[in-house]
Nanobody
Framework: VQLQASGGGLVQAGGSLRVSCAAS????????MGWFRQAPGKEREFVAA??????YIADSAKGRFTISRDNAKNTVYLQMNSLKPEDTAVYFC?????????????????WGQGTQVTVSS
């Protein structure tokens, strides 16, 4: 199983980016998928997840970020709008064998390599 994240980059504050995560090796159409991020010197934190029951966004990203998925492409997306310098981090996509949503990194079984998002002020 592989999760390949892409779409990160450098953007000015207030701008937008969309990061994608393509899964291969098995279908995750019935599984929860999500995004975490880790800034330098900080712990990995939950950003968003999507499962059969809906989409979940961390409070820090609510109203600005949207998570979606295309099951036919086995891909999950994170649309990030109104970006702030504090959103700067490596963004990791993840998937779990279970169907339910979780905001805990330990509940996820598969991780991508991460993609850097840098927001300049």
């Amino acid at each position: 199983v592989q999760l390949q994240a892409s779409g990160g980059g450098l953007v000015q504050a207030g701008g937008s980016l969309r990061v994608s995560c393509a899964a291969s090796g098995r279908s995750f159409s019935r599984s929860a998928m999500g995004w975490f991020r880790q800034a330098p010197g900080k712990e990995r934190e939950f950003v968003a997840a999507i499962s059969w029951s809906g989409a979940y966004i961390a409070d820090s990203a609510k109203g600005r970020f949207t998570i979606s998925r295309d099951n036919a492409k086995n891909t999950v997306y994170l649309q990030m709008n109104s970006l702030k310098p504090e959103d700067t981090a490596v963004y990791f996509c993840t998937a779990r064998s279970g169907a339910g949503y979780s905001s805990l990194s330990d509940d996820y079984d598969y991780w991508g390599q991460g993609t850097q998002v840098t927001v300049s002020s």
